[in-house]
Structures are given as C-alpha cells and as structure tokens.
C-alpha cells in the first residue's frame, strides 16, 4: 500500500463551487486518453457524486448511478445494475488513502439507491473501465469485485462509399418516433426480450431521445417490428445503440441494412465516424460490425459485487 498520508482530506458531495475544480481534475486524468471519466451532469444528479478535496484542489471524483432495473417476470439470476466511477489525478492513481475514503461515500450512497429498487432481485454493484486501466481495475479487484463481461468500442472512419443494401420486399423500413406511450410500452416490451439481464427502461430510451440527432429506426413485417436501432449525435461522431432483430429474423440480413442506413444517416448529417459496442464474446455481431468497415478500437472490461 501506498504510504502517501492525507491528514487534512475531505470527502463530501459534489457543489456548484467545485465546478472549477472539476474542469482542473478533468484536465488531468485525461492526460491518459484512454479512461471513462463520468460527467457530473445536471445538479438534480449530485447527490451521487462525491469528491476528495485537499489543499485547494479536487484530487479525486466518484459517483453512482442506477443502469438497469429489472422488473417483474424475469428469472432469478437477473440483477439491478447500479454503476461506479471513480477517478483520481495521475500521480494519485494507486493510492488507496485517497480512494477508500471515497470509495466508502459511494459505497454507502450506492446502497441507499439500491433500497429504491424492487427487492425480487438482487443489485449488483458495478464499473467499467478500458482494459487500460490497469490501476483503477486493480483496486476493485482487490475488493472482491469478479469479472462480469468484456466488450469492444468499434469506430467506422467513412473512407469509402457506403454499399447499397436491399431490404426483403415483404419487409418495410421506416424511422420510428416512439413518441407516444403505447409505443413506449411496445418498445420496452422489445428491449427486455432482447436484453433481459440489462433492459433500457423509460426513464434511459428518455435520456436517449433527448440526444442531438436522435432517430429510432426500425423494419417491419405486416406492421410488427422485427429489427431496429437507435442513432444519435456526441461530438462530432454517431453513436449506434441497441441493435436488435427478432430472433426468428435472424440470418436474413436486416441487421445489415439497419446497419447501413444508420451510417448513411450519420454520413448524411456530416459527422467524422461512427461508434458502436460490443460484447467480446459475441462473434457474430462483431464479424458483421467488421465486416461493414468497422475497426476495434479500444476494449471496456466490466467488474462487479454483489450489494448486500
């Protein structure tokens, strides 16, 4: 353990004085490019945030949030998902007296989250940083939290026309609003029979809407959805989410036209690349990914305890 003391440490929630603080803090941890760094977001959010101040400075910032609540009608071995951030300056990055105190504050409010969350299943404590992170990977390790799952962040550089790709007649294509409730309810009603270990919820496919440029798109068949995705702008790139066919649809190529309309879209709207994820393990979709130009371009690891 590191014998670096901090006498005069204070951890407390995040406050709209910290703001400049933060953007010094930020400064520094992004020197190492690869690393998930949480924003604080809007004030409504912060009491699940947490800094370590000392003389003057932010040398550490965490928080937590709720990822994915399961509701009712799913087997046992499904959890809540409540995920942690935790990030400190460079030279403070294997420093366990800075980050237990804080871990400790978000350990305390994860749990007051989780006393919000139906108790039929059980909550999982998470993170998920880049395989990079070696540091940060290693102090959660060494709490006992057990490796969950790996995937990649892929990037699609439009270096090349797009192919066309055609669609089944008997199908149809169509941008799909999910404005109204009862399409809300159909689309989560998808979403859980497609992830049910990690459904989307309302209150997310909400924060998704509201990203710049956000579209659904979907293909139907006799009026049913049987594949889709979501696009939306962050920076100046096109984020693909939640790529989806019906299983009985599968091998059909609707994915791959998804797929391609969605770049079309982001080429049209004069955005650099677009990004997608995916899960490690999942050879089929990341053979299809790659073979419509997109390259690998960094891999999340994803650890996780049980919150008792």
């Excluded at 409540?82 to 800075?98: G, P, R």
């Excluded at 992170?133 to 939290?145: G, H, I, M, R, S």
Aim: proline share 5%; charged share 20%; aromatic share 12%.
């Amino acid at each position: 353990m590191n014998t670096t003391t901090y006498e005069e440490l204070i951890v407390r929630p995040f406050q709209q004085s910290d703001l400049p603080l933060l953007g010094e803090l930020y400064e520094n941890i992004m020197q190492c490019e690869d690393t998930v760094f949480w924003w604080v977001g809007e004030p409504a959010n912060w009491s699940n945030v947490y800094g370590a101040f000392a003389n003057g400075k932010m040398l550490a910032k965490g928080q937590v949030d709720i990822v994915s609540t399961i509701t009712s009608g799913f087997v046992s071995e499904h959890y809540h998902a409540i995920y942690l951030n935790l990030k400190t300056v460079v030279e403070c990055q294997s420093h366990d007296e800075l980050l237990n105190p804080l871990y400790l504050s978000l350990l305390a409010r994860a749990k007051q989250l989780k006393a919000t969350l139906p108790t039929t299943y059980p909550t999982m404590l998470c993170i998920g940083n880049y395989a990079t992170e070696t540091e940060n990977n290693a102090f959660f390790q060494n709490k006992q939290y057990r490796y969950l799952n790996s995937q990649f962040h892929m990037i699609h550089h439009f270096v090349s026309p797009l192919p066309d790709v055609l669609l089944p007649e008997e199908l149809e294509f169509q941008h799909w609003s999910i404005s109204t409730l009862s399409e809300q309810q159909q689309y989560l009603e998808i979403d859980k029979s497609i992830w049910p270990e990690a459904p989307i919820g309302l209150e997310q496919l909400n924060e998704n809407q509201q990203q710049p440029l956000w579209t659904s798109m979907v293909v139907r068949h006799q009026g049913q959805p049987i594949g889709g995705l979501m696009v939306w702008k962050e920076d100046d790139e096109g984020v693909i989410e939640d790529v989806w066919v019906h299983p009985n649809w599968r091998k059909r190529g609707i994915a791959r036209y998804l797929l391609t309309q969605a770049l079309h879209y982001i080429q049209h709207h004069h955005l650099s690349a677009a990004t997608l994820t995916v899960l490690t393990n999942n050879t089929n979709a990341l053979s299809l990914y790659q073979s419509a130009g997109f390259e690998i371009e960094k891999e999340e690891v994803r650890y996780g305890i049980l919150l008792d």
